[in-house]
């Protein structure tokens, strides 16, 4: 009666597990997905060097941007730092910098790359 009640629970929490990764990949694909349908309607065209979003935007950008690298901190700080100034953040978890110039061509001091 004790193995079955450890059994109900395993599988409870391997359950519940399963459902929050589920919930995960549909939130990371939502923004994604979000993201690419503002580009195609027309709010993703650069205006006057900047971009095309609004700052109250970057933060979930940022996110999506960052949720896939083992340094989220750093990744979130300068992704941050760089949609303030830019109003733009590229597609995917990583490269597709040429969609935002100046997200592109922001450099740090020893000529690497700013934004992530």
Do not use: H
């Not at 979000?34 to 970057?58: A, H």
């Not at 960052?66 to 995917?92: E, I, N």
Request: glycine fraction near 10%.
């Amino acid at each position: 009666m004790v193995a079955m009640a450890k059994l109900l629970l395993v599988l409870a929490v391997a359950i519940l597990t399963i459902s929050m990764v589920e919930s995960k990949i549909k939130e990371t694909n939502d923004a994604e997905v979000q993201y690419q349908l503002e580009r195609v309607n027309g709010q993703g065209g650069q205006k006057n060097g900047k971009g095309y979003l609004q700052t109250s935007q970057c933060p979930g950008q940022c996110s999506r941007r960052c949720s896939q690298t083992q340094y989220k901190k750093p990744c979130l700080f300068f992704c941050q730092k760089c949609c303030q100034a830019c109003l733009c953040v590229p597609s995917g978890y990583y490269g597709n910098k040429g969609e935002c110039p100046c997200y592109n061509n922001w450099k740090t001091k020893r000529g690497g790359p700013k934004c992530p």
